[in-house]
């Protein structure tokens, strides 16, 4: 039996997030700034993505439904890696900005923007899921 397609591209992704933060994790001791992008990575990035394509498995294998969007599942997928990715480029863009006292609203926006399509893609997942536990 193999692993549907969806679950293998989160779980891959969520391995090089984890490879991603290890070396955040490393670099955090050159500099503070770092620790934003570390957890983030770490906890959407590597945690998460696991989980969504651990759930993503077995959930249609237990119940014994389909998904019950696929499509739905790869718009997860997309909107979750460029939420995160932007959302962890962008916060410390803005706090240096701050700390130096410069303008930093287009940053905060760009901040606004990425975690809103972070949320966006795990409320996805959220009405995948439960639709797929259908009765």
């Known amino acids: 039996m193999t692993m549907y397609r969806i679950s293998t591209l989160f779980i891959k992704t969520s ?3 984890l490879a991603i933060s290890t070396v955040l994790g490393i670099l955090i001791i050159v500099g503070p700034g770092y620790s ?3 957890s983030h990575f770490t906890l959407i990035g590597w945690v998460s993505f ?4 651990v759930s993503y498995e077995i959930v249609p294998r237990f119940t014994g439904k389909h998904l019950f969007s696929e499509k739905l599942a790869y718009v997860h997928l997309w909107s979750a890696n460029i939420g995160l990715i932007g959302l962890s480029i962008s916060y410390p863009f803005m706090r240096m900005a701050m700390l130096r ?3 930093y609203y287009t940053a905060q926006i760009t ?3 990425f975690g809103l399509l972070e949320a966006i893609s795990i409320f996805i ?4 899921i439960w639709k797929s536990m259908r009765e």
């Open 125 to 128: 997942f959220i009405f995948n």
């Open 111 to 113: 901040v606004i923007v």
């Open 36 to 38: 934003f992008m570390h």
């Open 101 to 103: 006292g410069l303008d």
């Open 15 to 17: 391995l090089i997030y």
């Open 50 to 53: 696991f989980i969504f394509g």
